[in-house]
């Protein structure tokens, strides 16, 4: 963003200095020029008559010697010849050869033509500069008169222009530039804050602000703006950890009790019932695994690392187990399916909590008598964990859907839920690299997917 505001103010600087200096330039060479054919006009004019005097007495002698004496001070050649276009004054440079320019110069004279405005002087002109004029006596040409002047003045005078200018031009150039690089660096410098300011707050800094003196008034109101929202999503997210922070606690003393009263029941009972005893006490070993990891994102945006490897095949089966009294009662049938093992390298809770959401949602919207598959398999660096229902299954847009928070199809009825099963099952499987996917099955019903992507072996 700075490179091109910098190019938007600085292109157009550039150029409206580069022309305004080409602008002077140009006008000061002509300047130049029109001096420097000035004075050959007047120099012209000054030779015209005394060579109409000359040429009249016949005599060469006495402009002979006022050419030779312009030449030695001033170094213009002054050449004046007869009717006939031969040399009849011309100093000590009467036995030069004329160039083709200048013969054809003369030839126009002596026709009575009188003379041009030579072409352009500038730095790089290399040829002298020379002007022919007809002599007039009682209005019949009687001879012509050339000047030839060097143009190492003139050009060297225009050069001196350029280069000032040049040296302007830079050195304007180079101030607009720092005042460019001043003034994106007071325009962006808030932005470059608010920049950073999001990205603390992307990485959990939620104190994190921006200074609000700063900049351009628009960008002052933007830091206020952003300040102010900080500060709600700050105040949304303690009140967040705090009510999670509470309901973990409250539930950690009536889980507590109930397992008390669970080992206090369970020496009264028969062998036969020590599987059912045991199960109780794994379910409530987990509901307090769900409670700590709970409690840690509370506390810190983020629960203990309890990454390990987990036989994904086992704990399906294992979850599968304990839903089937549920599904019973709805007259659900669970059947586990896939592969006998599947290694992974993940969290065991997260995993357990999200295959129970999923499993509940299915569990809950299949009809009586249908069949629930749950199974795992690998393939290749990804693992799955499948839940494949025969519901009403949904449509295509339905299922882009059914993981968006309280989102609960229009067929649901009256179905309890609150439509957040899938939801926080796709966010829990987040925290850990995974993903949710849910898609219409063939023959009808939904299949939802766990997926995990990991380097475990197979």
Known sequence: MRRRLIVV????????????????????????????????????????TSARQALRSGSPAVIDAEVMRFQDVYGIE???????????????????????????RVRLALSGRRAEQPA??????????????????????????????????????????????????????????????????????????????????????MDARVAEDAGPPELRRMARVFNGMADEIERVMTRQQEFALNASHELRNPLNALLLRVEHLATGLGQEWRDDVEETREEGRRMTRILETLLGLARGGRGDSTISAVDLATLAARRLDAWRDVAAQRGVALRSTGESSVMSVTDRTIVESALDAVIDNAVKFSPEGARIDVGARRAGEVCRITVRDHGPGLTEEQ???????????????????????????????????????????????LAVELLFRDGTPR
């Open 120 to 205: 352009g002087v500038f730095p790089w002109t290399l040829a002298d500069a020379a002007l022919a004029e007809p002599v007039f006596d009682d209005g019949d040409v009687i001879g012509a008169v050339l000047v030839s002047a060097d143009v190492e003045a003139p050009r060297t005078a225009i050069l001196q222009q350029i280069l000032l200018l040049s040296a302007i031009a830079v050195v304007l150039i180079a101030l607009g530039v720092l005042l460019v690089f001043r003034l994106a660096r007071w325009v962006l410098s808030p932005v470059r804050r608010l920049d950073e300011a999001m990205v603390a707050i992307e990485r959990g800094e």
């Open 9 to 48: 103010f600085l292109v157009p600087l550039i150029a409206i200095l580069l022309s305004l200096g080409g602008a002077a330039g140009w006008s000061a060479a002509r300047s130049v020029q029109q001096a420097f054919y000035t004075q050959q006009l007047g120099d012209l004019g000054y030779f015209v």
């Open 78 to 104: 002054v050449t004046v010849f007869d009717l006939a276009g031969s040399v009849w004054a011309a100093g000590d440079h009467g036995s030069a050869v004329l160039a083709e320019e200048d013969a054809e």
């Open 399 to 445: 299922a882009a859907a059914a993981t968006d928070r309280f989102w609960r199809s229009a067929d649901s009825g009256d179905v309890p839920g609150s439509g957040l099963g899938l939801a926080i099952a796709t966010d829990l499987l987040a925290t850990v690299g995974g993903e949710l996917t849910v898609a219409s099955a063939e023959g009808g019903g």
